[in-house]
């Protein structure tokens, strides 16, 4: 159940509950907390990726490595002592806590019922078909553009737009701690939700006629 942090003896002797991450060489472990939401907003808020127009409507997406965030939250939610991580094991450290993806997203009525998978297990998400009203605000804000030279696009993902539109359409949801209710689920956690009901829900508009055929 996603928020229950497993009981585990830290290399000093301590029992603390939190999530263990083990760097195989050189060999060091750390134990982690979760992340509040605001340090995974601002968190998030800190990711970007550069957009290429290839033409004839291609394009082409690629992630920017931010290692001083990476390290700044590692460091925020490292909850033992022990020896120190670099960037690159900070980064693969919070890949791991942090990892989730839709496994399945299932049309109910008026309703969609989103599973995503979590390194603590499945939870769900059941969510009402948005109001156009509220599609057309996520929209306009899922991401904030800067123009570069040679027809590149810095885009960052604001989680805000993300959360605004889940807030608006969660019905229920499982698989999480009590204490944590519809509006505590963590940024990341909405944002692949409502990633996925948008792409659902523009399926089922109909398709252009195929002028070849």
Request: proline share 8%; charged share 30%; with cysteine.
């Amino acid at each position: 159940m996603y928020g229950e942090l497993p009981e585990i003896q830290t290399s000093t002797g301590e029992t603390i509950n939190g999530f263990p991450v083990q760097i195989l060489r050189p060999a060091k472990t750390a134990v982690l907390r979760l992340p509040t939401n605001p340090e995974m907003s601002g968190y998030l808020n800190q990711q970007k990726t550069l957009y290429r127009d290839l033409g004839r409507r291609k394009g082409q997406s690629e992630s920017v490595p931010n290692p001083k965030s990476d390290l700044d939250l590692f460091t925020r939610i490292r909850i033992d002592k022990g020896p120190d991580f670099d960037e690159a094991e900070a980064a693969r450290a919070i890949g791991l806590l942090t990892r989730q993806r839709v496994t399945k997203c299932e049309r109910e009525g008026e309703t969609y019922r989103v599973t995503l998978l979590t390194v603590f297990g499945a939870t769900e998400h059941v969510v009402n078909i948005p109001f156009e009203k509220d599609l057309a605000v996520y929209r306009r804000t899922v991401f904030k553009a800067l123009d570069l030279p040679h027809g590149v696009e810095e885009r960052r993902y604001p989680p805000e737009a993300a959360e605004r539109l889940y807030d608006a359409t969660v019905v229920s949801i499982s698989g999480y701690v009590d204490s944590i209710k519809a509006a505590d689920v963590p940024p990341h956690h909405k944002s692949s939700v409502v990633l996925e009901l948008v792409s659902a829900v523009g399926d089922l508009d109909p398709e252009l006629p195929d002028p070849n055929s």
